[in-house]
């Protein structure tokens, strides 16, 4: 279980950064109230609560902290109690998103197109990022992975998302794909804390679908993560959707499941 502990330490760095991280009763509880609709910036994980009186503690804290937010959102992985997530879905916790964690086995079996990369640096980058997260967005369904309150329209997703995204950036490096000097894709990646890489974000416009961006993208952040010092290289892809295959025909093995469970609040803030 080595290999998953080091992808779910690495998985919860990555959501954590940018906001405030709480310490609760068997759980962390990571805290942003200035995005109360972006479910990553407002959330709990690395639950350790195996007993009922401790579930309950973590439902105290949750309303504590999460005061302003609309929902009550749980991150659970492989390492979190059964009779934990048993009781997520007792109490009407909803999962939404299941994500697949797929780390590198051996190279990559393609390198995709050769793209025009820019990094996310000033403003006009992130304005240009920020357009195609709602484009991204608008057409998601609302639990398809959007991490935002389904009450919210695209606009305000893509600017919540994108601001999230910025606080992160010392640690987490946001790259535009440019075609014909327009940008049509985007993605992420970052070195996470003990040599893992992860790659993060990954979205193409459909009219720029197909052409081998997406798979050109990865090849890059993979060149990077490994030249970084990284021996574990991976990325996640949703049970529910195609990359998955593409990922998998790259050389990515699954290895772990990670879901998010979702709650709208008592007071219905």
């Not at 949703?238 to 609040?265: C, E, H, I, N, Q």
């Amino acid at each position: 279980m080595e290999l998953q502990r080091r992808i779910v330490q690495a998985y919860r760095w990555q959501r954590r950064l940018g906001h405030a991280l709480v310490t609760g009763p068997e759980c962390r509880l990571v805290v942003n109230p200035a995005l109360p609709d972006l479910w990553d910036a407002n959330h709990v994980d690395e639950v350790t609560a195996a007993t009922e009186s401790g579930a309950d503690a973590v439902f105290a804290a949750m309303d504590r902290q999460f005061g302003q937010a609309r929902w009550r959102v749980v991150h659970t992985d492989c390492f979190t109690p059964d009779a934990f997530v048993a009781r997520l879905a007792f109490e009407d916790f909803e999962e939404q998103s299941v994500t697949i964690q797929m780390v590198l086995q051996g190279g990559l079996t393609d390198r995709g197109a050769r793209i025009a990369l820019r990094p996310v640096v000033d403003d006009a980058d992130w304005r240009a990022l920020q357009r195609l997260v709602i484009v991204n967005h608008a057409g998601s369904t609302p639990t398809g992975g959007s991490g935002a309150s389904p009450q919210i329209g695209e606009a305000q997703i893509g600017e919540a998302m994108v601001a999230a995204w910025r606080a992160k950036a010392s640690a987490q490096r946001f790259h535009l794909v440019l075609q014909n000097g327009a940008p049509v894709a985007y993605g992420s990646c970052a070195v996470a804390p003990g040599g893992v890489g992860m790659i993060e974000d990954l979205f193409t416009l459909p009219s720029a679908r197909r052409q081998g961006l997406a798979t050109g993208l990865v090849a890059v952040f993979t060149d990077q993560l490994i030249a970084a010092g990284c021996d574990v290289v991976f990325l996640g892809a949703f049970a529910d959707a195609a990359p998955k295959r593409l990922y998998a025909r790259l050389g990515f093995r699954p290895v772990t499941l990670t879901r998010v469970w979702m709650r709208r609040s008592a007071t219905g803030n």
